[in-house]
Structure formats: C-alpha cells, structure tokens
C-alpha cells in the first residue's frame, strides 16, 4: 500500500499537497480526451465538511453542475453548485465520482483545492511536529491507528 507523505521541514500553518482534478470516469471534451488539471496548492482542512474547488477550475475542465447544495459560511448561508469529479493524488490514490462544491464565492480562495472531510475520513489521516517539523501522511483506505 502506497502512503502520501509530505514532509516540510520546518512547522507548518497548513498542509499543501499536489493533486488532480480530473472529468469523471466516461466524461470527456470534444475530442474525447478526460481533461485534468494539475493543482499544486491543494489544501487539507479538517474544519471543511465537503471538498471545494474555484469556478477557474470549473471553467478549464468545462464541468457541468449537476445539483444545488445550501453550505453554512462565516457570511452565511450560500448556495453553491456542486459538480462530479476524480480526485487523484500522485501516490495512485483515486477518488471516483467525489462531489465538491464550487461557486463565486470560492473565487478568493488561496487554494484552487480544499480538501474536506468528505476525503478526510476516507483513509487515516496524520499530522506530527517533531523538532518543529511538520510531516503529514494520508493512507487510504484506513488501516486505523491506536491512539492510547
């Protein structure tokens, strides 16, 4: 089993990995090629129920929407598109057919990915400080860990 493992080398505020957002499994561009975008600045956030990517995003993959979602903000009550995508990391990780949210209120965002819970809870999740050193690690599916 492949682990994807970050580590910083010094402390960190955030933890920023590389991942994929790829068109959904049988969703294709007019020349049937799966389009994908490549996103360095992919955040991992624990206080953030669902995944949520930028309308720029939405826009280079041409990604339809395909419902209405209501999500509690600081600024209130929004609603938001929400759309089908693969989310892919460079470990081999796939997340098929994951629905993230995306809207113009996201357009500000400092990450074009956010990483939610929806992901989170889908592996074991690992967060250490050594020596003021923040390494992370995500393994999926979860193998469970003894916390004492």
């Not at 979602?69 to 009550?77: D, E, M, P, R, Y």
């Not at 809207?103 to 965002?109: K, L, N, Q």
């Amino acid at each position: 089993m492949s682990v994807l493992k970050k580590n910083f080398g010094c402390r960190q505020d955030a933890i920023i990995t590389d991942c994929f957002v790829v068109m959904p499994d049988g969703v294709t561009d007019a020349n049937s090629n799966r389009c994908y975008c490549k996103i360095e600045n992919a955040a991992w956030d624990t206080g953030a129920t669902n995944t949520v990517i930028t309308p720029e995003i939405v826009d280079a993959l041409g990604l339809e929407p395909s419902e209405k979602h209501a999500v509690s903000t600081l600024n209130g009550i929004i609603e938001v598109n929400t759309y089908l995508i693969d989310l892919c990391f460079e470990n081999g990780y796939r997340i098929a057919n994951l629905r993230v949210l995306s809207g113009e209120d996201y357009s500000d965002f400092d990450y074009d990915v956010l990483i939610g819970m929806d992901v989170i809870t889908q592996g074991d999740f690992i967060v250490s400080t050594l020596n003021n050193e923040t390494s992370f690690s995500f393994r999926m599916p979860a193998q469970g860990i003894t916390i004492e």
